[in-house]
C-alpha cells in the first residue's frame, strides 16, 4: 500500500525508472554494450561524440558509453557491498542495544562512537596502504564505517517500540524473544531502514568514485570515478568526456536521495485534503430577542473539510444555559459534545468550521460571525476554560505562578506586584494548602489535582459570566475528583456563574449539574432538568446509558461452589 | 491456585546511588480457580505493578508468587515462556496492546504458533471459534486493528488472551478506556466466559462500581500496601479501612438525591477524620 503511494509522486516514479535503467543497462553490460571495454582504437583517443563511438572515446581510444556500462557493475557493486555489511551490523546491532538495554547498549554504544568519531577518508586511504588495492575490501571497511548510522537509528527506534503494550503481550503470550524482535520490532523500524538505506548507497557511490578519482583501487577495472579521473586528464583535449561519468553518478545519487524522500512523505504524512473548500457563507438564525438567557445556541453544525465538501460531526445543535445554572452536556465518544463546547469557546480544531444557520449568542453577542481578536478578548474575562488533561494544559518550561500573573497581567492590566498578591489570593481560594510553595513550582512538582485546582483558579481569575468545562475529573482520581467537583460547586455558587460541563460521567452529571443535555452522533436528543432525567429519561438512548451504569448493580457473590 | 506472599517490587531510581522508589511493599494475596479477584486502587498505589509482577514483567525484590505450586519469582525466561500457557493478560489501552501493523488473525494466531499447540491450519479454525466466543464476526480475519472501534480491539485484545486457553487472566484496567454502553458489555463478555470456561480473573480496575460488578472477593490497595481484603460485600458495604471508605463515598451516584445524601456523609467522613 505504501508502494502504491509512492507511486503517486511523479518525481519519485522517475527516480525509480532512472535508477532501474542504470542498475539494468550494467547488468546486462555485454549485452548492451557496443563495444568491449578494454578495445582500442587509437584512432578514437578523446575522440567527441559520434564518432564511431556513441558518446565518444577516452584518453586510451576506448569506447566511453561501453566503459560506462561494464563500470556501472563494478561501482554498484561496490555500493551494494558498503550497504549490506552497514545494514547487516548496523540493524542487527542497533537491535539488541534496544531490546536489551543494560551492558550490551553500553559496549556497541562505545563501538558506534568511537567509529563515527574516525575519519572516514583517511582511515580508507591507510586501507589502501595497507591491505592493497582491492575496492571491494576498502567499501567492506567503508560499509563498517557507516553501520553507526544505522545502529543508533534502530536503537532509538526499538527503544520507543519496546514499551508498546503489544511487545509486552506477546512476551505473556510466550513468544521468544528473538521472536519478538523479528516480528514486532523489526516490522516498525523497516520503514526509516529503508529510507536511511537509500541515502547511503548514494554515499557509498560518492566516496567510492572519490578514492577512484584519487587513484586508488584497481586501474585495470572500468569504474566511475576512474573514467571520471581519465577525462580529468585530459581535460583540455576534449571537454565533453569528463560530462558522462559525473552525469551517470549525479543522476544516480540524485535518484536514490528523491526515492528515499518520497519514501518517508508517503510515511510520514498522513493523507491530506489537498485544498479545503470555501465554506458556505453562514447566515446565523436570529434568535427571539425576548429573553435572551445567557448562551443561546441555535441550529450548531460543526464540519470538518474533506475531499467532498464538509463532513458534519454536530448536526443542529439548540442549547441554552441560563445565568448562574450548570448544564451538563453528557454523551460517548464521538457524540459531538466537546465539538459543541468548543465551538462556543472558539477553540475548534484547525478546519473545523460553523456552517449553514449556527448562532452562538452570548449575552445577546452573536459570536459564530465576531471576528477572532473580539471572541479572544471575550476568552478567560468573560468565557472561562477547564480542560481535561491538567497536565498537559500547563507549560512544563514555566513556573506554576508565572502561567497565572501571566494572563492576569493581560486580562485585568494589573501591575505585577498585584497580580502576584492576586494569584497568591486565588491559589489559596481553590484550596492549595501552600499556596506560596505551588506558586513558585514547576508543574511536574505538582500532582495532578493541584494542577487542575491551579486551572481552575485560572479558568475564575476573570471572574467569568460562563465557565466551560470539558471531562474536567476525568483524568483525576476518584477522591480528588470528589473533592474539586466540591470545589467547582463553590465557586460556582460564589461567583454566580453558569457552567457548561462536558462529561461522560452521570455520577458527576447527578452530583452538580442542574439541567442535563444528552447527546448523541451530533445531535441533543433530550433536555431536562437533572431530577427527572434520571427519575424518568424519555429518549431511548438516555435510558440505555443509564441502565450501563454500574453503581447501582448488584455484587457478584463469594464464589460457593468448589468448581474443582 | 495462585498465592502471593509479602511480593516486594522496588523501581531503580534515575541515576547512580539515588534512592528507589518502592511501588509494593508486602502485598500478600491469593486467587482460587474459577475466582474473580478484584484489585482497586487509585493511580500510585500499586495496582498495575501487582499484575506485571505476576505476568514477570517487573522484577520481584522479595517475596514469593506461587502459581500451580511452581514458584513464579526467579524463574528463568524459558520456563516463564512455558508459563504462557496458564497465565495471560488483557491490558487497559486497545489501541497500543494490538499491533497496528498485523491482522486480527496474525495477532490471534501467533500465541498458538509460537507455543507449539496448533499447527497454521488448527490454528485458524480455532481463530474462527475464539472470534465466536468474543462476538466479532470471522470476516474481522483479515482486518488491521485499527479498522474496529475501541470495544470491539478490547474484545480482539481478550479473544488473544484466550487462546491458549489460560487458567488466569491478568485484566489490567481493560474497561476503563471505553464509554459507558461498551464497558457494560464488554464485562459481561468476561463475566459469560469465566462460566462457560471457569478461568479466574485478576481484575484490576481504578473504579470500585466496575470491580463491585465482576469481583468475587476484593483487595483495595493503597500507596503499595493493601489495606482491605476481602469478600465483594463485605469490603463494598460494610468498609472497615478509613481508606476504603473515603474511595467508597468518592464515586458519586447517578442520582441526584442520593448523591446528595453521599456528599453529605462525605463531609462529615471528611469532618470527623479532620477530629480525629
Known sequence: MTARKVFRNPLAVAAL???????????FAPLVAPHSPTALRLDR??????????????????DIFSRLLYAGRNTLTGAVIALSVALVLGVVSGLLSGYYGGLLDGVLGWGANLLMALPTMIVLLALFQALGSSIYLAMVAFGVMLSPGFHRLVRSQVMA??????????????????RIIG??????????????????AGIAIVVQSGLEFLGLGDPGTPTWGGMLQDAFTNIYTSRIAIWWPGMTIALTVASLVLLGNAIRDVIQRTERV???????????????????PLLRITNLTVGYPSNDGYREVVHGVDLDVRHGEVMGLVGESGSGKTQTAFSVLGLLSPGGTLLGQSSIAFDGTELARLPESERRALRGRRIGYIPQEPMSNLDPCFRVGEQLVEPLRAVSGLSKQAAVTEALHLLERVGIPEPRRTFAAYPHEISGGMAQRVLIAGAVSGKPDLLIADEPTTALDVTV????????????????????LVTHNFGVVADICDRVAVMQDGRIVEVNDVRPLFASPKHPYTQTLLGSTLEDSAPRTRLEVNHA | MLEAHNVVVEYAGRGWRSKGFKALHDVSFDIKPHETLGLVGESGSGKTTIGRAILGLVPVGSGS????????????????????DDIQVVFQDPYSSLNPSMTVEDILVEPLVARRTADRRQASVRVRTLLDQVGLPHDAVHRLPREFSGGQRQRIAIARALALQPKLIVCDEPVSALDLSTQARVLDLFISIQEETGVAYLFISHDLAVVR??????????????????????????PEHPYTKRLLMAAPLPDPDRQAVRRQERRDLLASEAIA
Open chain 1, 17 to 27: 525508472v532512472i535508477l532501474l535503467v542504470i542498475v539494468l543497462a550494467s547488468v
Open chain 1, 45 to 62: 583517443i578523446n575522440a567527441g561524440p559520434g564518432s564511431g563511438y556513441l558518446l565518444g572515446g577516452d584518453g586510451a581510444g576506448r
Open chain 1, 161 to 178: 517500540v519496546k514499551h508498546e503494550l503489544y511487545v509486552d503481550a506477546a512476551r505473556v503470550s510466550g513468544l521468544s524473544d528473538p
Open chain 1, 183 to 200: 516480528r514486532h520490532v523489526l516490522l516498525v523500524v523497516r520503514a526509516p531502514i529503508v529510507i536511511q538505506a537509500a541515502v547511503v
Open chain 1, 274 to 292: 489537498r485544498k479545503p473548500p470555501k465554506p458556505p457563507e453562514l447566515v446565523p438564525a436570529t434568535p427571539d430577542t425576548d429573553e435572551l
Open chain 1, 481 to 500: 475528583q470528589a473533592d474539586v467537583l466540591d470545589l467547582l460547586r463553590g465557586l460556582q455558587t460564589e461567583f454566580g456563574m453558569a457552567m457548561l
Open chain 2, 65 to 84: 508468587i506461587r502459581f500451580d505450586g511452581r514458584e513464579l519469582v526467579g524463574m528463568s525466561r524459558r520456563e516463564r515462556r512455558r508459563l504462557s
Open chain 2, 213 to 238: 460488578h465482576i469481583s468475587h472477593r476484593v483487595a483495595v490497595l493503597y500507596r503499595g500496601d493493601i489495606v482491605e481484603y476481602g469478600d465483594v460485600l463485605d469490603v463494598t458495604e460494610r
